[in-house]
């Protein structure tokens, strides 16, 4: 459009008509300034969500952690390392607990080094090799605990280094790009065409070539479909951050157009259904249960010291984890200036948690004591393991942990050991002699409101399933409570790992509760949905977690709880790890591509009695009723009316009342194309009659091309107006608020109004004087060409309130 304008421009200065020459040039700057504000309002959204999505950093600071931005670390910051994070900057490792960072990102080498500390500083250490203390920007720490003192950020980092090589980064065009692309091709191949046409017709049949060129270009800028892209730009990056503001990340901008399609929503219990706000408020040893109302107000029984004492030994002194921060709450306030609490004891070894054996054991030394102390703690199953219990006591536990699950309570067991210096510590947890202590049951209240949003995904034909760490009973009683359908049925995870695939494609037709899932398992469950044709949503946290997220056709990672791993592998950031907040996310995406096809409809149809009025004339040897300048004043209207008035357009009524759409279901599909096709040549047909009617009625040049840009103009905001809602009337249409729309349509009426009515602008434009019963013919020439549609829509609407009242 911009080359367009300069060439039509530059071929009225050659002609000597500097007006003209002037006043289009003039439309260039114009072009140039709503360009700018689009872009600016687009990269105003991009930037908010890089901030967004920059990798996180736990800090210490002023003895406070804190989440922060990765590149808001500054040197000498003390940096938290966990299982899963990315290294934020270089740093030297001041302490560590089983760290093992992969350095492939600087190294090549796939093999996770182990970190240790020295006690003292080292300098000039390169990546690569065991037992260093050095960790490195970028890396992936894959296991253990560690912290560390930041030394080099930014450009000076290794990472940093290796950046300053990087030219470009060119990424691959989604398919709705590709789509986009294509149809801009083919509309602008044949206008270019046609343009040639008109040039080589006018040439011949009027001997004047210069005019033909301006006729040719007039012709192919009312062909030329330039608003797709900046439309597609602009909607999929103002909606991503729309979502952004109902705490969802978009990372990946082509997840906005995909959630409109889910069929499955993967959810996890903790934190997305529930508050993931954990609280001890039961405990179980051999001589019965203890209920606890408040553990900030706990007189807890002697009996039961012994079993937070060990649940807190065999948790992380600085806890992340919601559930050891529970155990430590208690524990501060339950066994305070009691024997119990061991602020002297040292850590020499932590056992993590691993696929084989789901718990963790921490080994302790005393001061006094001339042995170790080791506490472990983790899933019942692995407890009653490590400590080799019978079958009877198995099931008589078994028996507990159901009672305990069937109030709603998380249950981890808890077990001590002691082990004497003579030899060496063993490699795995099942070497020591462990004895069983107890139970610990921790609630997590259920969000409020989940039930409603899981409503609203079953009106919006989408199935929710619940995936859970925990027991089949607590799961099953989360899932009633929420309203899940079809909530008796559960599958754990060791039967998931037990069937085939074709078995597992059978079971998740209509298993919605899966119990006791590990990561890996989540993968087979997304496979077998997929297998199965649906689209699936699938939420995750951990490293593990990261190919199920990868897999999913919408990666939902957790923003709160989640690892940079599990973000990197995701599509979207859950940022307050809400279930509300996904359903929200999906909400918005279907109204993302209802107003993306609602343009499309709008463009096509707006450019063809446009075009129309730029070639018929020619044709019949009549004068040219449109001109550059002409076309470029409606290109003002048409680039915000697309870009702007549609993109804020609220969503349909029944935009979570009807079936996900289908992933192939293009955005220019027959349904919209021949929408916009009937939309335009209805008000072309009515706008060519009533230009033939002016002339027949004697009418001169000025006076023809004045009735018709003036009805154009009107046509134009009447199919803005309809095009706002395709099920609403256009009575409820006007009286819904859309700032942008009155903005445009004021602002479209007043300048209007003064190329028809200024004397220099009416010579620049060619135009005589409308009266006002000629501008009510206007008028209605612009409701005529929208009223079909408005018909159609009455009679649609009429038609689904009589089936929703038979049935």
């Given at each position: 459009m911009f080359i367009l304008l300069l060439g039509g421009g530059g071929i009225y200065l050659i002609l000597g008509d500097l007006k003209e020459a002037v006043i289009l040039l003039s439309f260039v700057f114009v072009?140039?300034?709503?360009?700018?504000?689009?872009?600016?309002?687009?990269?105003?959204?991009?930037?908010?969500?890089r901030n967004l999505s920059s990798p996180r950093a736990l800090v210490l600071r002023d003895g406070v952690q804190e989440r922060i931005a990765g590149r808001e670390v500054v040197r000498e910051d003390i940096v938290i390392l966990t299982e899963g994070d990315r290294v934020p900057a270089d740093a030297f490792v001041m302490s560590s607990s089983n760290l093992l960072v992969d350095e492939s990102l600087?190294?090549?080498?796939?093999?996770?080094?182990?970190?240790?500390?020295?006690?003292?500083?080292?300098?000039?250490?390169?990546?690569?090799?065991?037992?260093?203390?050095?960790?490195?920007?970028?890396?992936?720490?894959?296991?253990?605990?560690?912290?560390?003192?930041?030394?080099?950020?930014?450009?000076?980092?290794?990472?940093?280094?290796?950046?300053?090589?990087?030219?470009?980064i060119k990424s691959e065009k989604t398919l709705l790009e590709k789509e986009t692309k294509k149809l801009v091709f083919t509309l602008a191949t044949l206008g270019i065409f046609l343009s040639l046409v008109v040039v080589v017709t006018y040439g011949l049949t009027r001997h004047d070539w210069l005019h033909g060129i301006l006729a040719g270009i007039t012709f192919v800028m009312a062909m030329l479909p330039e608003e797709f892209p900046v439309v597609l730009t602009i909607f999929l990056a103002i909606g991503a951050w729309r979502i952004s503001k109902n705490n969802v990340l978009t990372r990946k901008i082509p997840a906005v157009e995909t959630l409109g399609s889910a069929t499955v929503l993967c959810v996890d219990k903790t934190g997305t259904l529930?508050?993931?706000?954990?609280?001890?408020?039961?405990?179980?040893?051999?001589?019965?249960?203890?209920?606890?109302?408040?553990?900030?107000?706990?007189?807890?029984?002697?009996?039961?010291?012994?079993?937070?004492?060990?649940?807190?030994?065999?948790?992380?002194?600085?806890?992340?984890?919601?559930?050891?921060?529970?155990?430590?709450?208690?524990?501060?306030?339950?066994?305070?200036?009691?024997?119990?609490i061991h602020k002297d004891w040292r850590l020499?070894?932590?056992?993590?948690?691993?696929?084989?054996?789901?718990?963790?054991?921490?080994?302790w030394q005393s001061p006094e004591g001339d042995g170790y102390v080791i506490a472990a703690k983790g899933a019942p199953e692995s407890i009653f393991d490590l400590c080799h219990l019978t079958e009877q006591e198995q099931a008589s536990l078994t028996n507990k942990i159901n009672m305990m699950a069937k109030d709603n309570l998380r249950v981890i067991a808890v077990a001590k050991a002691y082990f004497k210096k003579e030899t060496d510590l063993p490699l795995k947890q099942h070497d020591f002699d462990f004895h069983f202590l107890g139970l610990i049951g921790l609630t997590d209240p259920i969000r409020p409101d989940v039930d409603e949003a899981i409503k609203e995904c079953y009106r919006a034909g989408i199935r929710v399933v619940m995936i859970t760490g925990d027991y089949p009973n607590t799961a099953l009683n989360i899932a009633k409570q929420i309203g899940l359908s079809s909530p008796d049925g559960v599958l754990t995870g060791t039967e998931v790992s037990k069937m085939n695939e074709k078995e597992l494609k059978n079971k998740v037709k209509n298993i919605n509760v899966f119990a006791r899932m590990v990561p890996e398992q989540k993968l087979l469950l997304v496979n077998a949905l997929k297998d199965e044709k649906e689209i699936v949503a699938m939420t995750g946290d951990g490293v593990n977690?990261?190919?199920?997220?990868?897999?999913?056709?919408?990666?939902?990672?957790?923003?709160?709880?989640?690892?940079?791993?599990?973000?990197?592998?995701s599509d979207l950031v859950l940022l307050d790890d809400n279930f509300i907040s996904i359903v929200k996310a999906v909400r918005?995406?279907?109204?993302?591509?209802?107003?993306?096809?609602?343009?499309?409809?709008?463009?096509?149809?707006?450019?063809i009695p446009i075009a129309g009025m730029s070639l018929i004339p020619l044709f019949f040897n009549l004068p040219l009723v449109l001109m550059p300048v002409h076309i470029a004043f409606l290109e003002l209207i048409i680039d915000p009316a697309c870009s702007i008035v549609l993109e804020v357009e609220k969503e349909e009524a029944n935009v979570m009342k009807r079936p996900p759409r289908s992933l192939k279901e293009p955005?220019?599909?027959?349904?919209?194309?021949?929408?916009?096709?009937?939309?335009?040549?209805?008000?072309?047909?009515?706008?060519?009659?009533?230009?033939?009617?002016?002339?027949?009625?004697?009418?001169?040049?000025?006076?023809?091309?004045?009735?018709?840009?003036?009805?154009?103009?009107?046509?134009?905001?009447?199919?803005?107006?309809?095009?706002?809602?395709?099920?609403?009337?256009?009575?409820?249409?006007?009286?819904?608020k859309n700032k942008s729309f009155w903005l445009v349509s004021i602002l479209t009426i007043f300048f209007l109004l003064c190329v028809l009515y200024t004397p220099f602008l009416q010579k620049i434009f060619f135009f005589s004087t409308l009266h006002l019963i000629d501008l009510t013919l206007c008028l209605l020439i612009g409701l005529l060409s929208i009223l079909w549609f408005e018909a159609l829509k009455s009679f649609i609407n009429n038609k689904k309130t009589t089936n929703s009242n038979i049935e």
């Open positions: 072009v140039i300034s709503i360009t700018f504000f689009q872009e600016k309002k687009t990269e105003n959204s991009l930037e908010a969500l600087l190294t090549g080498e796939s093999m996770a080094v182990r970190k240790t500390s020295t006690g003292k500083e080292i300098k000039d250490m390169r990546p690569g090799g065991d037992d260093l203390p050095f960790v490195y920007s970028g890396t992936l720490v894959v296991q253990g605990y560690g912290i560390a003192k930041v030394t080099s950020i930014g450009i000076n980092t290794e990472i940093g280094k290796i950046g300053k090589a990087l030219k470009s529930t508050l993931n706000k954990m609280s001890v408020s039961k405990l179980f040893v051999v001589g019965g249960f203890y209920d606890i109302p408040n553990p900030k107000k706990c007189d807890l029984l002697e009996e039961f010291h012994e079993l937070v004492e060990f649940g807190f030994l065999a948790s992380q002194k600085d806890a992340f984890d919601t559930m050891e921060k529970a155990i430590k709450d208690l524990s501060d306030h339950a066994l305070a200036n009691t024997e119990h020499v070894k932590e056992y993590t948690l691993s696929r084989e054996l789901l718990s963790v054991s921490h080994v977690d990261a190919p199920a997220l990868k897999s999913a056709h919408i990666g939902v990672a957790m923003g709160g709880r989640g690892t940079d791993v599990a973000r990197e592998a918005l995406g279907r109204r993302i591509f209802d107003n993306l096809k609602k343009a499309v409809v709008y463009i096509l149809a707006v450019h955005l220019a599909n027959k349904r919209n194309i021949l929408l916009g096709l009937l939309q335009g040549f209805s008000a072309l047909t009515i706008i060519l009659t009533i230009f033939f009617a002016v002339l027949f009625w004697g009418k001169n040049e000025a006076d023809a091309r004045t009735f018709v840009f003036a009805s154009l103009v009107i046509t134009n905001l009447g199919l803005i107006l309809t095009n706002r809602s395709w099920s609403r009337s256009l009575k409820e249409i006007f009286l819904s």
